[in-house]
């Protein structure tokens, strides 16, 4: 999926800012209400819930079972090296596990919120200094890397505890996903408002829960992000994964230049525009184009219902990975939509100046990076 930049790309296709907005604070959805619409969120989060399913079991078994391995060649198997399961992964007949781990490396990238503070703890240090102590009497080549480079464990165990805190995310939005998929089945949800408060209130009953990881080193176990850390799903992991992966992201090899003197590419991080809600819905399926290898995933696990509505349009199959991408960042926006309505300061009903003062600068903040996201595509 080619990104450049929002600003030169979308400029001329932008809804106003001041409308994205007005609707935040009167409490409409992003997107616009319609049958299609719902059809294409519900669906492709059915899909996507699917796909976050295997990414999430994968991702923790990673952190757990191949923590600190220096060759970790067969970490996407998930334990299993039954014969018939290797082959089908040497064939690419399975789940592009690599797309989960370019959003792990995003967020340990950005590094925003509280986890990333907890790692720059003196109670970090200790925990770490313990756990490479206990695995290098086990490990020959551990012994030696760490005298010889001392950030060099600390940052793989930095790396694992993302990639635990990351699978503890996606396993509570797979669920929430195909709940989702399941209410609007038994027509609890029928409309885009629903859709958008139904993820809201998932996201925030699920808010206060305990972001744990731990291992375990010859037969005894280590805190790597212990209680007394108390890391929690929203404000720790889930607005951090907003902020690296729906709207920083990372430039993608190939298409654009990262010479220094083209300047394609800005120096502050804060101002990425790469993210799923600015990128252009043309996956390349190109080698390195990590969501292109979502779409594919997706793709795998289409419902019927959404795949015969694909086959109505266009060009049918022939163009069916974009039209996923398409749908894909509708319902991203929809879930963009319900983070920012459950994180609202004050009540969008509250009558008290300051609060409505809060709330303005609040929708304001994110109207300013949401109106040079790819908002053509919520009337569409």
């Avoid at 990590?290 to 349009?313: A, F, G, N, T, V």
């Amino acid at each position: 999926m080619p990104i450049v930049p929002a600003e030169l790309v979308h400029a001329n296709l932008s809804i106003d800012r001041e409308e994205v907005q007005r609707r935040l604070l009167s409490g409409e959805t992003l997107l616009g209400e319609s049958a299609d619409h719902l059809v294409e969120v519900v669906d492709v989060l059915k899909s996507y819930g699917e796909v976050l399913d295997a990414y999430s079991i994968n991702l923790i078994y990673q952190a757990e079972h191949q923590f600190l391995n220096p060759f970790p060649i067969f970490k996407y198997l998930d334990g299993d090296l039954n014969p018939a399961k290797i082959w089908r992964h040497l064939n690419h007949d399975r789940i592009n596990f690599e797309y989960a781990e370019y959003c792990q490396k995003a967020m340990f990238w950005h590094a925003t919120g509280g986890m990333d503070a907890y790692f720059d703890s003196e109670a970090f240090a200790t925990n770490c200094r313990r756990i490479i102590a206990a695995k290098s009497r086990r490990d020959p080549l551990l012994a030696v890397l760490n005298p010889l480079f001392p950030g060099f464990l600390p940052e793989l165990i930095r790396s694992a505890a993302t990639t635990h805190a990351l699978g503890q995310f996606w396993q509570v939005m797979s669920d929430l996903f195909l709940d989702l998929a399941a209410a609007e089945a038994d027509g609890r949800v029928c409309t885009i408002a629903d859709v958008v408060e139904f993820i809201k209130n998932g996201l925030v009953a699920a808010a206060a829960n305990p972001i744990h990881y731990g291992v375990e080193v010859g037969g005894q176990s280590y805190w790597v992000l212990p209680p007394e850390a108390e890391l929690t799903f929203l404000v720790d992991v889930a607005v951090p994964y907003v902020e690296a992966v729906f709207l920083r992201g990372m430039p993608f090899l190939g298409t654009v230049s990262f010479n220094a003197q083209a300047q394609q590419i800005s120096p502050d991080q804060a101002q990425f525009t790469y993210g799923a809600l600015y990128a252009d819905p043309l996956p390349s399926m190109g080698s390195g184009i990590p969501p292109s290898l979502l779409m594919q995933d997706m793709y795998r696990h289409l419902p019927e219902r959404l795949h015969q509505w694909y086959l109505e349009r266009t060009r049918g199959e022939g163009d069916v990975r974009v039209k996923i991408c398409m749908s894909f960042q509708k319902s991203m926006f929809c879930v963009t939509n319900a983070a920012i309505n459950g994180t609202m300061p004050h009540p969008l009903d509250s009558s008290d100046p300051e609060a409505r003062a809060a709330n303005q600068a609040y929708a304001g903040a994110w109207a300013q990076r949401l109106g040079i996201a790819r908002t053509d595509c919520l009337e569409a």
